[in-house]
């Protein structure tokens, strides 16, 4: 079936920096959904991207869908404390609304 | 307010007890998801159902059941819950269009424990 590789699973860094993290698939995929969950809640969508080489910004968020469609990466910048929790990407093929999700990437940002 | 509501959020049982644990959307969503969350695993799904009446199994249904009668509640059933269920579960509401795609709301989770 279906799978998303997200990396890294984890990344420690500074008050200020600017964060990276991407996913990538074997199959195609026609939506590519980023959310993030803070300790003990449920995911929260941050960004969704529905054509191939979309980029989108939500504030200090930019997301892109990448060209090959099997491919997606969200970058933070300037982060805050508060940037704190887990991001998946998640993202459909063409199985109606079954949404594949990555194994996650926890961020921990250091005042 | 739009809302994916699950209850109970924490639960410790015993092998071999039946439970439920209940999802309600207020969205009138066709599209329904049970996850589980386990470290380094992500989110895996357990069942989904694409309307009233109809459910279909995800990448992980041993030993669960659901069920939908209505079009905002979809309850997952543990028959005879096992250790290696004890997981943190999400419920999910799809919003889908044709032209859009889709995004998944979720509720605020379940903390299972199975001793």
């Not at chain 2, 009138?28 to 694409?50: A, F, K, V």
Request: aromatic fraction near 10%; hydrophobic fraction near 30%; charged fraction near 15%.
């Amino acid at each position: 079936g279906q799978q998303l590789n997200q990396s890294p699973q984890s990344m420690f860094i500074q008050e200020g920096e600017d964060v990276s993290m991407n996913c990538t698939s074997s199959s195609i995929f026609n939506t590519w959904l980023w959310y993030k969950q803070d300790p003990g809640e449920g995911p929260v969508l941050l960004i969704a991207l529905y054509k191939a080489g979309e980029l989108t910004s939500n504030g200090r968020l930019t997301a892109q869908f990448g060209i090959t469609r099997k491919d997606s990466f969200l970058n933070i910048s300037a982060s805050i404390p508060s940037d704190v929790g887990i991001y998946f990407c998640a993202g459909q093929g063409n199985q109606g609304g079954k949404l594949i999700f990555g194994q996650g990437t926890e961020l921990s940002v250091k005042p | 307010e739009a809302q994916v509501t699950q209850n109970p959020r924490y639960l410790i049982t015993v092998t071999g007890k039946k439970l439920t644990v209940t999802c309600s959307q207020n969205m009138n969503h066709e599209y329904m998801s049970w996850y589980r969350q386990d470290p380094g695993l992500g989110l895996r799904q357990i069942y989904y159902s694409m309307n009233v009446e109809v459910t279909d199994k995800g990448d992980v249904p041993e030993g669960y059941k659901v069920s939908r009668k209505e079009k905002r509640n979809f309850p997952l059933i543990l028959e005879s819950p096992s250790p290696n269920q004890t997981s943190l579960y999400f419920c999910a509401s799809l919003k889908q269009g044709a032209t859009w795609g889709t995004e998944a709301f979720f509720g605020q989770g379940t903390r299972l424990t199975v001793v």
